[in-house]
T-cell receptor, first 115, second 111 residues
Framework: DTEVTQTPKHLVMGMTNKKSLKCEQHMGHRAMYWYKQKAKKPPELMFVYSYEKLSINESVPSRFSPECPNSSLLNLHLHALQPEDSALYLC??????????????FGPGTRLTVL | QKEVEQNSGPLSVPEGAIASLNCTYSDRGSQSFFWYRQYSGKSPELIMFIYSNGDKEDGRFTAQLNKASQYVSLLIRDSQPSDSATYLCAVSYNQGGKLIFGQGTELSVKP
């Protein structure tokens, strides 16, 4: 099973709202990732969790707050977003193998629109 | 700064032809190389990965890696209209799983 699931599929929120994106995988992967993708651009890494610990934060604004409650779940909490944060938010997971051999599998994404 | 370069395209090939997608990377410390296919409005789908110099074949897809020349390519044989998508090259430097993506090449296969 190479499936990563994400909810919701679509989200529309105002700039004062608080919302959360959820990601789940049952592949036994111990590394999970959040990416942001704008139209016609490649995915941009936001955060990496390895063994449930935050290992990489790509200088993401604090209005994005990640959380990894357990090895299967990854959340992204959103607060006071700006319209330019509208994008496709992708979750991915992989085995944290050594030597860089970490095939990352992406979920279907959440299409976020900030009004 | 680590960079991954791809021709943005669009690359147009007739149905049944071989599509050749190329990618170059700047850092010789690169260790792992991935090709993702992304249909419009969908998420990236991993279609090939390669870690060693040479060719790797999987069905109609062949990935080729040349570390001395710092390029990786993807060949799609017997191209089908359903192969029309954006193909993303990604490189890993073993920095905690971080992938560096190229800008993607848009492939159009004409019936």
């Amino acid at each position: 099973d190479t499936e990563v699931t994400q909810t919701p599929k679509h989200l529309v929120m105002g700039m004062t709202n608080k919302k959360s994106l959820k990601c789940e995988q049952h592949m036994g992967h111990r590394a999970m990732y959040w990416y942001k993708q704008k139209a016609k651009k490649p995915p941009e890494l936001m955060f990496v969790y390895s063994y449930e610990k935050l290992s990489i934060n790509e200088s993401v604004p604090s209005r994005f707050s990640p959380e990894c409650p357990n090895s299967s779940l990854l959340n992204l909490h959103l607060h006071a977003l700006q319209p330019e944060d509208s994008a496709l938010y992708l979750c991915a997971s992989s085995h944290p193998a050594s030597g860089g051999e970490r095939e990352q599998f992406f979920g279907p994404g959440t299409r976020l629109t900030v009004l | 700064q680590k960079e991954v370069e791809q021709n943005s395209g669009p690359l147009s090939v007739p149905e049944g032809a071989i599509a050749s997608l190329n990618c170059t990377y700047s850092d010789r410390g690169s260790q792992s190389f991935f090709w993702y296919r992304q249909y419009s409005g969908k998420s990236p789908e991993l279609i090939m990965f390669i870690y060693s110099n040479g060719d790797k074949e999987d069905g109609r897809f062949t990935a080729q890696l040349n570390k001395a020349s710092q390029y990786v390519s993807l060949l799609i044989r017997d191209s089908q209209p359903s192969d029309s998508a954006t193909y993303l090259c990604a490189v890993s430097y073993n920095q905690g799983g971080k992938l560096i993506f190229g800008q993607g090449t848009e492939l159009s296969v004409k019936p």
